[in-house]
Nanobody
Framework: QVQLVESGGGLVQAGDSLRLSCAAS????????MGWFRQAPGKEREFVGA????????RYRESVKGRFTISRDNAKNTVYLQMNSLKPEDTAVYYC?????????????????WGQGTQVTVSS
């Protein structure tokens, strides 16, 4: 069992930066690939970024490439999402998730555990 707790969300202006953190419980964190998803009001949940268990592979949705960076610290059982140049369309609840697959996964059905989410609001 893995429990995930996100933090770092907030209200920012367009162009600002935020860093989300996701702290995981359990001693097997390093064996999971991790991902970030988001869901805006009235929209489907969508993939944002993912990182393999070793941190060697990453994947991003097209609209965040060059602006968002996912990273992980296995010693701290934490995964991060650095978000730069934020846009109003980035406004959503952001969720982290853990997958038993070793490589970075883009599909939510590949994830086994989910956090409760953290709100990110970007004003124009």
């Amino acid at each position: 069992q893995v429990q995930l707790v996100e933090s770092g969300g907030g209200l920012v202006q367009a162009g600002d930066s935020l860093r989300l953190s996701c702290a995981a419980s359990g001693r097997t964190f390093s064996s999971y690939s991790m991902g970030w998803f988001r869901q805006a009001p009235g929209k489907e949940r969508e993939f944002v970024g993912a990182i393999g268990w070793s941190g060697g592979s990453t994947r991003y949705r097209e609209s965040v490439k060059g602006r968002f960076t996912i990273s992980r610290d296995n010693a701290k059982n934490t995964v991060y999402l650095q978000m730069n140049s934020l846009k109003p369309e980035d406004t959503a609840v952001y969720y982290c998730a853990a997958s038993r697959y070793s490589a970075a996964q883009t599909m939510d059905v590949r994830y086994d555990y989910w956090g409760q989410g953290t709100q990110v609001t970007v004003s124009s």
